[in-house]
């Protein structure tokens, strides 16, 4: 690929074998001095055409990014818009309602109808986040799986769905958002007389979220507790007896909110003991 140069340089060789013979030789070699210098440019010059190329690939990287970017944007504005609607159509009791949880994926977002007893009379899961895996996660969006929660009562209870099998955290992303809904519902819209009604409300325990679902009476007395639901994750033997009978039994009959005094502790699991007394104070904050 360098014809010319080897030419020159066989043709300068030549010219400095005659100038030796002839006594001529400081004014060839000159020449055959610049003969390479010549071509230097050339090699500079395709460096830079490189660089040139490099430097446009890192602005159509820089594009792309900024491609990226705005989507983003667009996104979260319309999640904005989303969560602002359902708002401006809730009636006084039933409405429709929306919320999010951390999926396998990534955000799962759940929209609910319910009426003025809290029983689901619409559901549809999934926005432009949805992103859980085909053939597993995303038969959340499957009527096979939506249509179980309809004329489901909120809060739901253990057991009430049938999870997606192989998917599991998605599942409980769809259970989480449908209690953050239940937690946005107006305190009147239980079914209830008065102040009384069921409720539910959580707290972070020792090794997740501690739910309590509570059912109290006009004067704000329990008159039935259940601890944990999908998500619990307790110690077992330790935490975990915040599910059993002799733990719950002292609440019943307390009026709300509690004091901590009022409850004996499980030992060794102090955490989960307090989770659950703030999730019930919690529920005390939503009664009228």
Not at 3 to 25: C, M, S
Request: aromatic letters at 4%; glycine letters at 12%.
């Amino acid at each position: 690929g360098a014809t010319i140069t080897t030419n020159a340089v066989i043709e300068a060789i030549g010219i400095v074998h005659d100038g030796l013979d002839n006594g001529l030789a400081d004014a060839p070699i000159t020449e055959a001095a610049e003969e390479p210098a010549a071509e230097e440019p050339q090699t500079d010059a395709a460096p830079e055409a490189e660089t040139a190329q490099t430097d446009g690939a890192a602005t159509a990287e820089q594009e792309t990014v900024k491609a990226d970017a705005e989507p983003a944007a667009g996104t979260e504005a319309e999640t904005a818009q989303t969560d602002a609607a359902p708002a401006a159509e809730t009636g006084a009791e039933a409405g429709s309602y929306s919320a999010s949880a951390q999926g396998f994926g990534g955000p799962v977002r759940v929209f609910l109808t319910v009426d003025e007893s809290r029983t689901v009379t619409a559901i549809r899961i999934g926005d432009s986040q949805f992103a859980e895996t085909d053939g597993l996660g995303a038969k959340a969006k499957e009527e096979a799986f939506q249509s179980q929660f309809i004329g489901k009562t909120l809060p739901l209870k253990e057991g009430e769905i049938e999870a997606i099998a192989g998917a599991t955290i998605t599942t409980n992303a769809v259970l989480q958002a449908i209690d953050q809904i239940n937690g946005q519902l107006p305190a009147g819209g239980v079914e209830t007389s008065a102040a009384g009604g069921n409720y539910s409300a959580r707290a972070q325990g020792f090794g997740g979220p501690v739910r309590v679902f509570l059912t109290v009476d006009e004067n704000k007395t329990i008159t039935a507790i259940r601890i944990g639901d999908s998500q619990f994750a307790e110690t077992d033997g330790l935490g975990a007896k915040a599910k059993e009978e002799a733990f719950r039994n002292q609440f019943i009959g307390k009026t709300i909110p509690l004091k901590a005094e009022e409850v004996d502790g499980i030992t060794g699991a102090t955490i989960t003991t307090g989770a659950v007394i703030d999730a019930v104070n919690q529920i005390a904050q939503m009664i009228p």
